[in-house]
């Protein structure tokens, strides 16, 4: 059986950025035999003319985020999108798995071991947590990245590396 993977990201507020960045970095997961949960594309059922939409999105998506087997979070900005850093929040305080994604150059830190605020890497093992961390699309393949061998069923979770 495939594992879940919930894909936080702002891309699906820009038709742009939801036709042009998101489909390269679905595909990549979906080669890997993960079964992507994008929440732009699992919520285009609610209605949002209707009173009340805000407040079912942001419940599908925490149900998305807590039945997941992992999250591949795009962290891109400075500071990243509000709506990502709390589904990876929640995700780290599940355990779940965590990937991070990052092909923004610019630093946007308080220290100077990550390129992000400390916090965002508390869900990752303390050494090597450049494994779990992708720059590139094409890094999201790499069998010696952490994610190949997670959808594998190789390692079950981040939380297996952390104390």
């Given at each position: ?13 820009s038709?742009?950025?939801r ?15 993960i079964e992507?949960?994008?929440?732009f594309g699992?919520?285009n059922?609610i209605?949002l ?7 079912q ?10 039945t997941?087997d992992?999250?591949?979070?795009i ?10 850093m709390v ?5 780290i ?10 092909d ?17 890497f508390?869900?990752?093992p ?8 992708y ?9 010696s ?19």
């Open positions: 059986m495939a594992k879940t993977l919930y894909l936080a990201n702002p891309y699906g507020f038709a742009q950025q036709s042009l960045l998101l489909p390269p970095i679905v595909e990549a997961l979906e080669a890997l035999g992507v949960w994008e929440p699992r919520n059922q209605d003319s209707q009173a009340g939409w805000a407040y999105v942001a419940q599908a998506d925490l149900r998305d985020v807590k997941c992992g999250i591949f979070a962290v891109n900005g400075t500071p990243p999108d509000e709506g990502v589904e990876l929040g929640v995700a305080a599940l355990n779940k798995a965590i990937f991070l994604f990052r923004d150059f610019r630093r946007c830190t308080d220290s100077e071991q990550y390129p992000l605020n400390l916090m965002i508390a869900g990752l303390e050494h090597e947590w450049q494994d779990f961390f720059t590139s699309v094409a890094d999201i393949s790499r069998p990245k952490a994610l190949f061998p997670w959808a594998q069923g190789d390692i079950a979770s981040t939380s297996s590396f952390r104390p």
